[in-house]
């Protein structure tokens, strides 16, 4: 089935380790977003992609890294530099161009510990 | 700063329609509008996505103000299952910078 694959579901880290969020897309989307949220709040994105080898800031994205070295994937670095990285991390893909959709995985939860 | 502007909360009577209002008064041209909503510790699911014209789909409708800065979101017959947050956001076609506010979490009551 097509669809966008967050993994894992619950992640542990101890604090000062980097952790690396996987998300993986076979809906061959050029854009990709990477977004965090914390109990009862919204969204904030972190960065975004939109295509191959090319990446750009959002709203948070200090402790933060990403790479696109691939269309499928958009993986998330979580450094020891993000003082909170407890939280709870969501990854879309949506088609470049036209007015179409965003999809969503189910999420990665990380706790830092 | 956030591109639009919802309500925190609203309660609709299961069988009601629901009608959720969302404020972006500084929206282009190019800007579409979309509703999703995410269903507690899920992934975001979209619902429904408009330019000008009124829009409806199996899950809603869309109406969208002349003037293009208002909206509003209608779940005519709110189930339980349709009690989650809802997010309006604004999103231009050719830039992926999509930005999410806090949303207007919904309480669909027996």
């Known amino acids: 089935d097509g669809g966008i694959t967050q993994s894992p579901k619950y992640l542990f880290r101890k604090e000062g380790q980097n952790v690396t969020l996987s998300c993986e897309q076979n809906?061959?989307?050029?854009?990709m977003y990477w977004y965090r949220q914390d109990p009862g709040q919204g969204l904030r994105l972190i960065y975004y992609?939109?295509?191959?080898?090319?990446?750009q800031k959002g709203d948070i994205a200090e402790g933060y890294s990403v790479s696109r070295e691939k269309k499928e994937s958009f993986p998330l670095t979580v450094t020891s530099a993000q003082k909170n990285p407890t939280a709870f991390y969501l990854c879309?893909?949506?088609?470049?161009?036209?007015?179409?959709?965003?999809?969503f995985g189910q999420g990665t939860r990380l706790t830092v510990v | 700063d956030a591109k639009t502007t919802q309500p925190t909360s609203m309660d609709c009577a299961e069988g009601r329609a629901a009608n959720l209002p969302c404020n972006h008064s500084t929206i282009s041209g190019n800007e579409y509008v979309y509703w999703y909503r995410q269903i507690h510790s899920q992934g975001p699911q979209y619902i429904i996505h408009g330019l000008k014209n009124n829009e409806t789909n199996e899950m809603a409708s869309l109406i969208i103000t002349e003037d293009r800065k208002s909206s509003t979101l209608i779940l005519p017959h709110a189930t339980l299952r349709d009690t989650a947050v809802y997010y309006c956001i604004v999103r231009v076609v050719h830039n992926n910078d999509m930005r999410f506010g806090a949303g207007t979490r919904l309480t669909v009551k027996p």
């Open positions: 879309a893909s949506s088609m470049r161009e036209g007015n179409t959709e965003a999809f």
């Open positions: 809906l061959n989307h050029d854009a």
């Open positions: 992609s939109q295509i191959v080898n090319d990446f």
